[in-house]
């Protein structure tokens, strides 16, 4: 009498190969470096602090639906925007930014305005979005 056998196929484990394959992924995700977006580091004020700025020392510029900047009347590039806050701020470091940006406005000018505040350490910065039509 012939003992037959049995050939088991396919019985292997495959929980074994998911437990590597998951532990191969938090390796790679720990030995990945990360990178991290801080965006706009703004000083905000704090809670109850409160700050009064006279008219006088206000510098108010604004931003068309196009992304053309403004002030007091007249189109300005922002490396003379520039130019116009460090030499107010030569004279009256206390002066406050105010940017009033068009609805329309594309957002990388607003953002490129941001820059150019935080780069000439400007201290008081404001901004409003303004519905269509801002008067430059």
């Known amino acids: 009498m012939l003992n037959r056998r049995k050939i088991r196929g396919g019985s292997e484990n495959s929980s074994v190969l998911s437990d590597m394959a998951f532990l191969l992924i938090i390796y790679f995700i720990v030995i990945a470096g990360f ?9 905000l004020p704090k809670k109850d602090s409160v700050k009064t700025v006279p008219s006088g020392e206000l510098l108010r510029f604004s931003i068309d639906g196009r992304g053309d900047l403004f002030f007091k009347g007249r189109p300005l590039s922002f490396s003379e925007a520039s130019a116009e806050i460090r030499s107010v701020l030569a004279e009256r470091p206390n002066t406050a930014v105010v940017l009033g ?22 201290e008081s910065f404001s901004f409003s979005i303004s519905p269509i039509g801002i008067a430059p």
């Open 35 to 43: 990178n991290v977006n801080q965006g706009f580091l703004l000083n």
């Open 101 to 122: 940006v068009d609805e329309k406005a594309p957002w990388q000018s607003v953002v490129s305005f941001v820059n150019l505040a935080q780069e000439n350490a400007v």
